[in-house]
Nanobody, 115 residues
């Protein structure tokens, strides 16, 4: 079973940028589809971005054009570059690894966008 550890969250002003990282261990990273999801207080968890084992990407409508997901198979890490951040991007961000319908989740990292 793959284990995931997110990092890079924090407090940022509106319009700013952050890069989240998710380090994976315990599995063959390159075979996993990876994703970022987020959950704001009182809301359901939603898709932010996913990247397949073949590096095909998909984004949630609210982050298209502002966020970029990427992966480095040599480092067993997936990244989420977040630009032009808005207060509504404030949430706990979770990393997900999926292979054949079996998913693993990280513990989450908090992103707060506020002036």
């Amino acid at each position: 079973q793959v284990q995931l550890v997110e990092s890079g969250g924090g407090l940022v002003q509106p319009g700013g940028s952050l890069r989240l990282s998710c380090a994976a261990s315990g599995g063959i990273f390159r075979l996993y589809a990876m994703g970022w999801y987020r959950q704001a207080p009182g809301k359901q968890r939603e898709l932010v971005a996913t990247i397949t084992s073949g590096s095909i990407t998909k984004y949630g409508d609210s982050v298209k054009g502002r966020f970029t997901i990427s992966r480095d198979n040599a480092k067993n890490t997936v990244y989420l570059q977040m630009n032009s951040l808005k207060p509504e991007d404030t949430a706990d961000y979770y990393c997900n690894a999926d292979r054949g319908g079996i998913s693993a989740w990280g513990q989450g990292t908090l992103v707060t966008v506020s002036s």
